[in-house]
């Protein structure tokens, strides 16, 4: 259920990222906006969703982890020093590379493979 869960919101949070395509779609220009930076309002509302991303990456990581015992903190989706100490003990306890943050392979042993290639460390 977990699992299901994650991908849908990792689809859901794709389909914000394509939004911004699909305003362009009825402009008759083929090269209007190519080489032009998205709109500020576009950015905010993309930076918006990838931070909202982090958060919730970080709430089911506390979860998993506060399931194991390794953190007893709030679920607040922040990466504090007790979410620091619990993902160092989880890459210690499965031998991975002691990075304290939430890195990609972190994640697949956390949650499993769920299809996201982000590859972003936070």
Do not use: C
């Amino acid at each position: 259920m977990r699992k299901l869960i994650l991908a849908t919101a990792s689809v859901l949070a794709l389909g914000i990222g394509g939004a911004a395509h699909a305003a362009n779609a009825g402009n008759t220009d083929p090269n209007a906006g190519w080489n032009m930076p998205p709109a500020a309002e576009t950015s905010q509302h993309l930076q918006t969703a990838t931070n909202l991303w982090k958060k919730d990456d970080f709430r089911w990581a506390q979860l998993e982890l506060r399931n194991m015992g390794l953190y007893n903190g709030s679920l607040d989706g922040v990466s504090g020093p007790k979410t620091k100490r619990g993902l160092d003990q989880f890459q210690k306890d499965n031998g991975l590379d002691r990075t304290a943050t939430l890195d990609q392979q972190t994640m697949v042993a956390l949650f499993g493979n769920i299809g996201t290639s982000r590859g972003a460390q936070y």
